[in-house]
């Protein structure tokens, strides 16, 4: 897994179309699963819009169990740039689950931290 990067070609694809489609008020919906999705190494990877969260969600393509620590770096080559405390992780046995605001995704990929974004003088 250590060819991995954030600068996989599936990695930046699945970041462009959510930056895209959250700017643009199109839901992530899993019947766009192609879009919102892809296969990275031994691991399914599919995202999900679930009313104002994003919902991340990690299986082996196998069917197989999922340590926490191969999932959390699947997770972080599209969470790179949020802190880890705005993102909530719920491990299971076959899966792992990861939910953020898709406006604090967004911001933050794109450079906008949210810390006193003031406007104006």
Same mark, same amino acid.
């Given at each position: 897994? %250590?060819? #991995? $990067? $954030?600068?996989?070609?599936e990695?930046?694809?699945?970041?462009?179309?959510?930056?895209?489609? @959250?700017?643009? +008020?199109?839901?992530?919906?899993? %019947?766009r699963?192609?879009?919102?999705? @892809?296969?990275?190494?031994?691991?399914?990877?599919?995202?999900? +819009? *679930?009313?104002?969260?994003?919902? #991340? %969600? !990690?299986?082996?393509?196998?069917?197989?169990?999922?340590?926490?620590? *191969?999932?959390?770096? !699947?997770?972080?080559?599209?969470?790179?740039?949020?802190?880890?405390?705005?993102?909530?992780?719920?491990?299971? *046995?076959? %899966?792992?689950?990861?939910? !953020?605001?898709?406006?604090?995704?967004? +911001?933050?990929? *794109?450079?906008?931290?949210?810390? +006193?974004?003031?406007?104006?003088?």
């Open positions: 897994m %250590s060819e #991995l $990067t $954030t600068e996989h070609p990695v930046r694809r699945v970041l462009q179309a959510i930056i895209e489609d @959250t700017r643009a +008020g199109v839901p992530i919906l899993l %019947s699963r192609e879009r919102y999705g @892809t296969i990275l190494g031994d691991f399914r990877v599919q995202f999900e +819009g *679930e009313d104002d969260l994003l919902h #991340l %969600s !990690i299986t082996r393509v196998d069917g197989g169990r999922v340590a926490h620590e *191969e999932a959390q770096r !699947i997770a972080d080559l599209f969470f790179h740039a949020v802190p880890k405390g705005l993102i909530q992780c719920r491990p299971a *046995e076959y %899966s792992v689950h990861y939910y !953020i605001a898709h406006d604090l995704l967004v +911001g933050y990929l *794109e450079g906008n931290s949210h810390r +006193g974004e003031a406007r104006g003088g």
